[in-house]
């Protein structure tokens, strides 16, 4: 069975679901499809910088203050040193990433797109894509799929591919906001972003290139953060991931 679609987008994340919006609000039919269902999560520093709330708003999804907590600016901060900086005009937006992606989702479904969770793309054929028995036909097809995307390499984008490879791990505490910024601290094997989400709680990202890093043991690195945090009530589980800078000679073909 065959069916048409304006724009197919390969992937359900935010960023597939803002390609989307984006395409849709040019007149698209579109359809998006993934292997997962909502919410997807993903361990992220959960920190939106004012021209994503901008961009965010201009396709309809709208960051209220029930969702998630305003920040004004970055600090930077290492053992002895700090410096920080204000935005002008919009500020920062800390919200968990369930959330962000609920919103997008809620507003993709008030668009008309069609939406295609817990549906795998097999692979591509010219303009289609094949989704389990289904071929789709696509005038345009978008991936979206992520850092180990499959889009990416079925239609041979993946030469003269310069990256570099860190890891992350994310955990969210109960604890009294500190800080009307986000926090970066620096540490000799290792970064913390942290995120004011609301009142009450905080985003916490480690990024290092260390695979073997864990919160506990980044404590080390960064004491005055330590002190903050070691007593606080864990809102959720340590989540992982892997993140990828990427150069890519070329990201569109035909």
């Not at 395409?23 to 909502?38: E, I, L, Q, W």
């Not at 479904?109 to 696509?138: F, M, Q, R």
């Not at 906001?177 to 609301?198: F, N, R």
């Amino acid at each position: 069975m065959g069916v048409g679609t304006g724009v197919l987008v390969i992937g359900g994340g935010p960023a597939g679901l803002a390609a989307a919006l984006a395409a849709r609000k040019k007149g698209f039919d579109v359809t998006v499809a993934d292997g997962a269902k909502p919410p997807i999560d993903k361990a992220c520093g959960e920190g939106l910088m004012p021209g994503t709330v901008t961009a965010l708003r201009e396709l309809g999804v709208a960051i209220g203050p029930g969702d998630g907590q305003a920040f004004r600016g970055i600090r930077f901060l290492d053992a002895g040193t700090s410096a920080e900086a204000s935005f002008s005009g919009v500020s920062g937006v800390g919200v968990r990433r369930t959330v962000l992606h609920q919103k997008m989702v809620e507003r993709a479904e008030g668009c008309g797109i069609t939406l295609l969770w817990n549906t795998p793309v097999a692979g591509l054929s010219g303009d289609s894509a094949i989704l389990g028995g289904t071929v789709v036909k696509s005038r345009w097809i978008i991936g979206a799929d992520g850092i180990h995307s499959r889009v990416r390499r079925w239609i041979g984008l993946d030469g003269n591919v310069r990256q570099e490879m860190r890891f992350a791990q994310r955990r969210h505490y109960r604890v009294k906001a500190w800080t009307d910024c986000m926090e970066i601290h620096w540490g000799q094997k290792a970064q913390a972003y942290v995120t004011p989400l609301s009142n009450e709680e905080t985003c916490v990202a480690l990024i290092s290139r260390d695979p073997r890093m864990r919160l506990e043991e980044a404590w080390r690195e960064f004491p005055k953060l330590a002190g903050r945090l070691c007593r606080a009530e864990p809102r959720s589980a340590e989540r992982g991931a892997v993140t990828v800078s990427r150069r890519l000679g070329q990201v569109y073909r035909g």
